[in-house]
Each structure stands twice: as structure tokens, then as C-alpha cells.
């Protein structure tokens, strides 16, 4: 069953990697496949909610932060260490490799897709135009990692997946976070307002 999965996997890789690749495209790829793109659109989101929706929008902004945290270092220190899976230009013959200068640290999960879908479930689950549209985009740069040839697809699925597991984990952290820092604050002031009477 893991040899079927592997093969299909790799067919996939080569499908996009070579196959539907078109050489006038290679450079917006490499753009997009830049952390720098995916942090880019988070760094305009981190403005665009604040100045929209004020306090609410910060604490949206501080839990997808949060949420992009954990899962670069639950991806990066557990996972890729855990799983060991060689990237395709050191397990494979034939790739096509857009990116000279590639690290040999393990593929799964792919930890591009990870940070930008936990960034996206965060944001989505409160403004969800502009978390569909943040979907778009780590959907985009997922891709990209296995077009410039330094990702499977089932690395980039095995990402995307994990970044939600941790957005759903973030979401639920700050909800019970604020139920806890609201009760704390009703019973403080429960207290001032007993002392004052007294």
C-alpha cells in the first residue's frame, strides 16, 4: 500500500514538475515559491485587519501569528526529522530543479504549505473573504514548491493539512483563553466591587 502511495506520488511530481511545466511561467514560480510571498501577504494582512476591524482584528492577527509559530517549529523540529523523506532532487533521477541552492533537509511535511494554510484557517475562520483569499494563496505557493521541483505533492498535502490541525488548535486556544481572561476579570471585578461596599 505505501509503494502504490509513493508511486502515485511520484507520478504526480512528475506530472507537475515536468510535464505541465511551461518555462515563460518559471520566474512567477520562483517569486511565489519565495517565503518572502507567502510572508508578504500575511505581513498585508496584519495591517489590513487592525485597520479594518481595530481590536478584534489584532487578536486575529496575534492567534494566525501564533498559529504560524508552532507549526514552522512542530514541522520543522518533529515531523521532518520523524518522517526523514529525501527531497526529489536527492531521491530521484530526472527533476526538474528551478532552485540551484537546495537545502537537504528532509520534505515531509512541507513546511511552506504548513505556515501559510495555519496562517489562512486562523484568518478565515473570522473574515472569511480575506481568508478565502489567503487559501488562494497558500494553495498557489504549495504548488509552487513541488513546480520548482523541491517538494511532492504529498509533501505539500501533508502541510497544508498539518497548518489546519494547528489553525484549529490556535482558534480553539484563544477561545478558551478569552472565556478564561473574561472570567478572570468578572471575578476581580466581583472583588474590587464587594471590597468598595465593605
Known amino acids: 500500500m505505501l509503494d502504490l502511495v509513493v508511486g502515485i506520488d511520484r507520478a504526480l511530481f512528475a506530472l507537475i514538475n515536468q510535464t505541465l511545466a511551461w518555462p515563460p511561467l518559471d520566474g512567477v514560480f520562483l517569486v511565489i515559491t519565495h517565503k518572502y510571498f507567502y510572508v508578504g501577504a500575511a505581513a498585508l494582512t496584519a495591517i489590513y485587519l487592525p485597520a479594518r476591524y481595530r481590536r478584534p482584528g489584532i487578536y486575529c492577527v496575534i492567534a494566525a501569528a501564533a498559529a504560524v509559530g ?3 517549529l512542530t514541522t520543522v523540529r ?3 526529522p520523524l518522517f526523514a523523506r529525501a527531497r526529489p532532487p ?6 526538474r530543479l528551478l532552485l540551484p ?3 537537504p533537509s528532509p520534505a515531509f511535511p512541507s513546511a511552506h504549505a504548513a505556515n501559510a494554510f495555519a496562517f489562512a484557517f486562523v484568518v478565515f475562520t473570522e473574515y472569511k473573504r480575506v481568508g478565502a ?3 488562494a494563496v497558500a494553495a498557489v505557493v504549495s ?8 517538494h511532492y505533492p504529498l509533501d505539500a498535502v501533508g502541510g497544508a493539512m498539518w497548518g489546519m490541525f494547528i489553525g ?3 482558534v480553539s486556544g484563544r477561545f478558551y483563553l478569552g472565556a478564561f481572561a473574561r472570567r478572570w476579570w468578572y471575578l476581580a471585578r466581583r472583588r474590587r466591587e464587594a471590597q468598595t461596599v465593605e
Open 70 to 72: 508552532l507549526a514552522d
Open 78 to 80: 518533529l515531523l521532518k
Open 90 to 95: 536527492f531521491a530521484l533521477e530526472t527533476v
Open 101 to 103: 541552492h537546495q537545502a
Open 133 to 135: 483569499a489567503l487559501f
Open 143 to 150: 504548488y509552487s514548491r513541488v513546480y520548482v521541483g523541491v
Open 168 to 170: 484549529i488548535c490556535a
